[in-house]
């Protein structure tokens, strides 16, 4: 959706609203597609004495895996955005991270919100807080029940050891 920012200017205390859906279903992040239901995008965009201001919440309901079993995970997120939109940045401003740059007279709000959404999913997501996850031997879910491998590894440099008290038995 675009938003005409020389119109905002003309209306001093004007507040132009926004609800709308997205499908982001072909949007890949972490190798996965974790959009498959539309994402919503609420907000506004105002000007209050010259200084434009975007702000908007992002809800959407993503579908990923455990990061320690592989089980299917589901959770709604939200994603709060506040952004003081500027035609320049000075010197001292290039740090800020409340400062989106727009460079024409109207903005697409696509290309804001989708990266911010984007920058804040979270890199792993368990099923649950206790996940043991999988048997790096054998790959049986360790939630289910041990899988019988034994999981004591002896150090290669002293197996020759390990044979020398196996035969002293």
């Given at each position: 959706?675009?938003?005409?920012?020389?119109?905002?200017?003309?209306?001093?205390?004007?507040?132009?609203?926004?609800?709308?859906?997205?499908?982001l279903s072909q949007e890949e992040v972490?190798?996965?597609?974790?959009?498959?239901?539309?994402?919503?995008?609420?907000?506004?965009?105002?000007?209050?004495?010259?200084?434009?201001?975007?702000?908007?919440?992002?809800?959407?309901?993503?579908?990923?895996?455990?990061?320690?079993?592989?089980?299917?995970?589901?959770?709604?997120?939200?994603?709060?955005?506040?952004?003081?939109?500027?035609?320049?940045?000075?010197?001292?401003?290039?740090?800020?991270?409340?400062?989106?740059?727009?460079?024409?007279?109207?903005?697409?709000?696509?290309?804001?919100?989708?990266?911010?959404?984007?920058?804040?999913?979270?890199?792993s997501v368990l099923c649950d807080e206790?996940?043991?996850?999988?048997?790096?031997?054998?790959?049986?879910?360790?939630?289910?029940?041990?899988?019988?491998?034994v999981t004591k590894e002896i150090d290669?440099?002293?197996?020759?050891?390990?044979?020398?008290?196996?035969?002293?038995?």
């Amino acid at each position: 959706m675009q938003i005409r920012l020389q119109e905002l200017a003309t209306k001093p205390g004007y507040r132009a609203q926004f609800d709308y859906t997205i499908d982001l279903s072909q949007e890949e992040v972490g190798f996965e597609f974790p959009f498959q239901q539309p994402v919503r995008l609420e907000g506004e965009v105002s000007d209050d004495a010259g200084a434009i201001t975007l702000s908007a919440t992002i809800y959407a309901h993503v579908t990923t895996r455990c990061a320690r079993c592989g089980k299917p995970v589901e959770y709604d997120k939200e994603t709060d955005v506040e952004f003081l939109l500027v035609k320049e940045l000075e010197n001292d401003d290039e740090d800020r991270d409340d400062l989106y740059l727009v460079e024409s007279d109207a903005v697409e709000l696509d290309d804001i919100l989708i990266p911010e959404l984007i920058l804040d999913m979270e890199m792993s997501v368990l099923c649950d807080e206790d996940c043991k996850g999988l048997c790096p031997k054998c790959g049986q879910d360790l939630n289910q029940g041990q899988c019988g491998c034994v999981t004591k590894e002896i150090d290669p440099r002293l197996a020759v050891l390990q044979k020398f008290l196996n035969s002293k038995k």
